[in-house]
């Protein structure tokens, strides 16, 4: 009883450290969310109702201009232009206000996570949940369901799936810009007197792959090859190396349990796994012609440059952009003022084509731009 009381108290002594604060900081953006959805919203309405009047107002010119015969070829072409100009209008401002309502809850998951304790990530999606929540309480008051019946499940169904939708997108956005901040890793090196080619073939043996639930190899080069291994959230990644003698090999493991938005503290559950897997992976690798020996000494030096690697590969550009040069923040502003001239050359009818060129130069530019950065280096983690 004495054990179950100090476990409590442990555990009550944990959360005001980060837990409340994440708390608070989900329902304060959800909060935000729901009151920028209700203003957003309204916009949207207004906006989509002005494009369907100017729908309207041009059916009617045409209407009047082909068989009443009451308007003349060049009025009827001016007034079409700005009629037309006014539904692109109205039609760029909806899909501007649902841009801007879909990041809302990303920027405030930025701005929270940042100053958190421990850059905790502040998830969207849990943001989305409190603004569903709130219009199902808007509906229950406003909307009775004695009154609509089914209606309000209509009603509701749709926003349930945007924001659950929405939600799940943007925490992968927000955890590829902030990344998986790590707790701890395990790692350990084995060490064997056999080429790296004799122990990639028995690695890559079907029933050994099965059991080490291997799911990817990149081969960086041919004295350094990645195997990663994968059960549900537990993650296991192995390294052959034989830089130094070819007649030597390196094995260098991390073990990390990957959770939804950061790699968590080893547990229980882990080292099991990674004694399972060692124990596994020595009886694969040990035979009649090899031994596989394990160091202490070189399981702080090699396996601890390999598990920080590792864990550099676990970060969001947001890290990434930390070091950042004045030539790329150069390319950043001339790409975005780019993307606005080519806008504003769009929403102007006369220089419609200058614009639709200017988007064709932009996204050929994109394309040459990610082909040459793609492929360059591909992640372990």
């Known amino acids: 009883m004495k054990e179950q009381i100090n476990a409590i108290l442990n555990r009550l002594q944990i959360i005001p450290e980060y837990e409340i604060t994440r708390l608070l900081f989900i329902f304060f953006g959800g909060a935000i969310s729901t009151y920028a959805s209700i203003y957003l919203y309204k916009a949207i309405v207004h906006a989509g109702a002005i494009f369907s009047q100017n729908q309207s107002n041009l059916d009617t010119l045409q209407y009047q201009h082909q068989a009443l015969k009451q308007i003349n070829d060049t009025s009827f072409q001016t007034l079409q232009q700005n009629y037309q100009f006014g539904m692109f209008q109205n039609a760029a401002s909806v899909v501007i206000l649902v841009f801007i309502l879909f990041f809302i809850p990303v920027i405030a998951s930025l701005i929270f996570s940042t100053v958190s304790t421990k850059r905790r990530t502040i998830p969207p999606l849990l943001m989305q949940f409190i603004v569903f929540s709130c219009a199902v309480i808007y509906f229950a008051i406003h909307h009775p369901f004695k009154i609509l019946g089914d209606q309000n499940i209509t009603l509701l169904m749709p926003i349930g799936i945007y924001l659950l939708i929405a939600g799940t997108l943007q925490d992968r956005f927000v955890v590829w810009i902030l990344g ?46 990645i195997f990663k291994c994968k059960r549900r959230s537990l993650n296991m990644i192995i390294q052959l190396n034989s830089e130094d003698d070819e007649n030597e090999t390196l094995i260098n493991v991390v073990v990390f349990e990957k959770g939804m938005y950061d ?45 920080t690697e590792v864990t550099e590969d676990t970060k969001g550009v947001y890290t990434e952009m930390e070091g950042i040069t004045v030539s790329s923040v150069s390319k950043i502003i001339m790409f975005l003022t780019a993307i606005g001239v080519t806008i504003w050359l769009l929403v102007i009818p006369p220089t419609k084509d200058a614009g639709f060129a200017s988007l064709v130069l932009v996204l050929l530019y994109l394309a040459f731009e990610l082909r040459d950065k793609i492929g360059k280096r591909k992640k372990i983690a």
């Open 263 to 307: 790699i968590k503290k080893p547990s229980g559950k882990l080292e099991r796994y990674e004694q399972q897997q060692r124990a596994f992976l020595e009886s694969v690798l040990n035979d009649k012609d090899d031994y596989v020996e394990f160091y202490e000494e070189v399981n702080s030096i090699t396996s601890k440059q390999f598990a």
């Open 180 to 225: 998986y901040p790590s707790e701890g890793m395990l790692h350990y090196t084995l060490k064997t007197q056999s080429k790296i080619r004799k122990i990639k073939g028995k690695i890559l043996d079907e029933d050994v792959k099965r059991t080490l639930e291997i799911y990817s190899t990149i081969q960086r080069d041919k004295n350094d090859i």
